[in-house]
Nanobody, 120 residues
Framework: QVLLVEHGGGLVQAGGSLRLSCTAS????????MGWFRQAPGKEREWVASINRSGGISQHAYAVKGRFTISRDNAKNEVYLQMASLKPEDTAVYYC?????????????WGQGTQVTVSS
């Protein structure tokens, strides 16, 4: 059974930082591209960032480019999202996802999500 478990969400003031992590199990982690998505209240889920299998290539959504950085550690079966200069509009549930294709056109697996709340 494949499991993706996110950690690191919480409440932070605008301008602050958070680091999300996602631990994968039940899968050959290095065979999957990984990514982060988010869903704000009343809005559709949106893509945030993707990283390829080796970690050598990544992409970030325009809304977070320069503030968020995705990375991975294949030895630990983990993917990370370092978030800085957070804004209230970054408030959302953040989901980790895995896809055999980069940059995650149709994820095969999803985590349960972790809440990030940015106060103004």
């Amino acid at each position: 059974q494949v499991l993706l478990v996110e950690h690191g969400g919480g409440l932070v003031q605008a301008g602050g930082s958070l680091r999300l992590s996602c631990t994968a199990s039940g899968m050959s982690f290095s065979d999957y591209a990984m990514g982060w998505f988010r869903q704000a209240p009343g809005k559709e889920r949106e893509w945030v960032a993707s990283i390829n299998r080796s970690g050598g290539i990544s992409q970030h959504a325009y809304a977070v480019k320069g503030r968020f950085t995705i990375s991975r550690d294949n030895a630990k079966n983990e993917v990370y999202l370092q978030m800085a200069s957070l804004k209230p509009e970054d408030t959302a549930v953040y989901y980790c996802a895995a896809d055999q294709q980069y940059p995650l056109p149709t994820p095969d697996y999803w985590g349960q999500g972790t809440q990030v709340t940015v106060s103004s």
